[in-house]
């Protein structure tokens, strides 16, 4: 088992820089997620720490092993891919029998090692069927059986839960999650997917146009965003603009529709314009005659355990709050808005 250190990693396609100046440090047993939209190069950094492709500059160590030239093969390393590319002629002991079996293990080994991959990913069962013989849950599982059977120094997941559909990708997150903790392999993990990544990492990278946008905890990145990218990409946000001054002991923003309303402390400089953020849950909802800026509904989408309400105010058109079902507002209602300060947060207009 090992950790990853990544220094000034940077990857060009002639003039074109996929990946631009990438350090991360992901320690021994922890679950890093790569996250970023398409094209921002988050692929393109997995294939870099597997050895699928070199570096143009910058210094790759696994495990305190300088593996930056290393091909794939010589860095030990488990791969799980978004198509599992699982071999469809082999059973799925042949499958994952098949990284131990380039590898010289004995017949003894092999037979000894792949039911323990097996009965981990609970598919011991099923070690005679094809994979077209099996669910798109339990060929991920195989997948992943085949990354770890022999016992690679670190995990590398691509998009592994991209093919599934939205109930079974969920049940499969808390099976990967329980599966990563109980072996204890560093493991770096790249999606799209804001929920995903926010359910599984014990930190998350974002990364966009190749750049490191922020790496923080799940908390850090989604309550304290670094720049109005982090914000607005993962998850949504409701941003307000304006000037920020402090009166009578509180800190208060003057929109630049004219309302002043409350908001946390600002970083750096005490006063002048700023971006704030609000998150759709801490958006609360109230009775018109309540105090607080008012507004109205513009549409009400329910969604079983919560309601997104979109709002028209006097402090912006289509703000977002997510609430409990109960009270319930109509479409074209009178609402106050209200928040905590403390649950405001200021972001840089422009990414890193």
Known sequence: MSDISLSGITKMYGSFAAVQGVSLKVEQGELVTI?????????TLLSLIAGLIQPTSGDIHIGGRDVTHLPSGQRNVGLVFQSYALFPHMTVFN???????????????????????????????LAERKPSQLSGGQQQ?????????????????????????????????????????NLNITTVLVTHDQEEA???????????????????????????????FVADFLGTANFLTGSVHKAHGNWLMRLDSGVTVPCSPPPGPSEGQRCMIIRPEKLALQPSGEAGPKGAVRDAI????????????????GLVSVASPEPRYQVGESVTLQWKPSDTWFVDQSAA
């Open 141 to 181: 599982r195989v997948a992943l059986a085949r990354a770890f059977v022999f016992q690679p120094d670190i995990l590398l997941l691509d998009e592994p839960l991209a093919a599934l559909d939205r109930k079974l990708r969920e049940e499969v997150q808390v099976e990967l999650r329980e599966l990563q903790r």
């Open 198 to 228: 926010l359910s599984l990492s014990d930190r998350i990278m974002v990364l966009d146009d190749g750049r490191i946008q922020q790496i923080g905890s799940p908390e850090e990145v989604y309550l304290r965003p670094a720049n109005r």
């Open 35 to 43: 996250l970023g939209p398409s094209g921002s190069g988050k692929t």
């Open 95 to 125: 499958n994952v029998a098949f990284p131990l079996k380039v590898r010289n293990y004995s017949s003894k080994e092999i037979e000894k090692t792949v039911p323990e991959a097996l009965r981990t990913v609970r598919l011991e069962h």
């Open 302 to 317: 329910y969604l079983g355990q919560t309601v997104k309400y979109v709002l028209d105010s006097e402090i912006g058109e």
